[in-house]
């Protein structure tokens, strides 16, 4: 078993693929007769993509637990909103300035939390791809909100965009690298040199905002997520 990996798991696949956990293990799947110098090849191939993730899942466990009280912090579009617990309230969760969640949702409060954020995304989200797609003249298909956890966006080959609601986190203008990437996609559905140059053409500093998501995407969660 190659050294930064933790477990091998056998089964009727077709290809080989690598797990990182949440608590850093490193799981590799793969077919059921591969052999272990062609397993140990592909992930020493995929070392710093490894230790990338790694890193990733080091600093998400860093992420204090959030406890849904009085004065924590809630990211939304680049600045954290403070939380206050009220009484009376009749919404579970609103936000006026800050986040106002009712007494009696506290005990349901991150069900609240992401189902708000759900709702916001979508609108944020439905809005930014319309304007960019009649900016650069693009045809989008449905747009939808998913719950990935490592995955800001995708481009079906039916045109579906997706995008996780964790993305509402984020400064409007990485949510909008993300979006204009999508939108390439629908034109260009891999990651080439000329799928690239084109999201330049449309984003010249795109490149920031990519870093910025690699840095930063473990802050964008709510901790305690199943």
Same mark, same amino acid.
């Given at each position: 078993?190659?050294?930064?990996?933790?477990?091998?798991?056998?089964? +009727?696949?077709?290809?080989?693929?690598?797990?990182?956990?949440?608590?850093?293990?490193?799981?590799?799947?793969?077919? *059921?007769?591969?052999?272990?110098?062609?397993?140990?090849?592909?992930?020493?191939?995929?070392?710093?993509?490894?230790?990338?993730?790694?890193?990733?899942?080091?600093?998400?466990?860093?992420?204090?637990?959030?406890?849904?009280?009085?004065?924590?912090?809630?990211?939304?579009?680049?600045?954290?909103?403070? *939380?206050?617990?009220?009484?009376?309230?009749?919404?579970?969760?609103?936000?006026?300035?800050?986040?106002?969640?009712?007494?009696?949702?506290?005990?349901?409060?991150?069900?609240?939390?992401?189902?708000?954020?759900?709702?916001?995304?979508?609108?944020? *989200?439905?809005?930014?791809? *319309?304007?960019?797609?009649?900016?650069?003249?693009?045809? +989008?298909?449905?747009?939808?909100?998913?719950?990935?956890?490592?995955?800001?966006?995708?481009?079906?080959?039916?045109?579906?965009?997706?995008?996780?609601?964790?993305?509402?986190?984020?400064?409007?203008?990485?949510?909008?690298?993300?979006?204009?990437?999508?939108?390439?996609?629908?034109?260009?559905?891999?990651?080439?040199?000329?799928?690239?140059?084109?999201?330049?053409?449309?984003?010249?500093?795109?490149?920031?905002?990519?870093?910025?998501?690699?840095?930063?995407?473990?802050?964008?969660?709510?901790?305690?997520?199943?």
């Amino acid at each position: 078993m190659p050294a930064s990996v933790d477990q091998i798991i056998r089964s +009727n696949r077709k290809t080989i693929a690598i797990l990182i956990q949440r608590d850093g293990k490193v799981i590799v799947r793969a077919p *059921l007769r591969t052999p272990e110098r062609v397993i140990n090849a592909f992930v020493d191939s995929k070392r710093d993509w490894i230790k990338e993730k790694k890193t990733l899942a080091d600093q998400q466990a860093k992420i204090p637990e959030k406890k849904f009280t009085n004065g924590e912090k809630f990211w939304l579009l680049g600045k954290q909103i403070t *939380l206050r617990v009220v009484e009376g309230q009749k919404l579970g969760l609103d936000l006026r300035n800050e986040f106002l969640l009712s007494k009696k949702a506290q005990s349901q409060a991150l069900a609240y939390f992401e189902r708000w954020y759900k709702i916001k995304a979508y609108n944020v *989200l439905t809005e930014r791809v *319309l304007l960019f797609a009649k900016m650069h003249g693009f045809q +989008n298909g449905i747009i939808r909100i998913s719950s990935a956890r490592t995955r800001w966006g995708s481009c079906s080959s039916q045109g579906t965009l997706s995008f996780t609601w964790r993305l509402i986190m984020a400064p409007i203008e990485v949510v909008d690298y993300v979006v204009i990437h999508e939108l390439v996609h629908l034109k260009i559905k891999n990651h080439s040199a000329v799928f690239w140059n084109e999201v330049a053409r449309l984003m010249p500093d795109y490149k920031t905002k990519r870093e910025w998501l690699k840095k930063n995407g473990h802050i964008l969660t709510l901790d305690g997520e199943q």
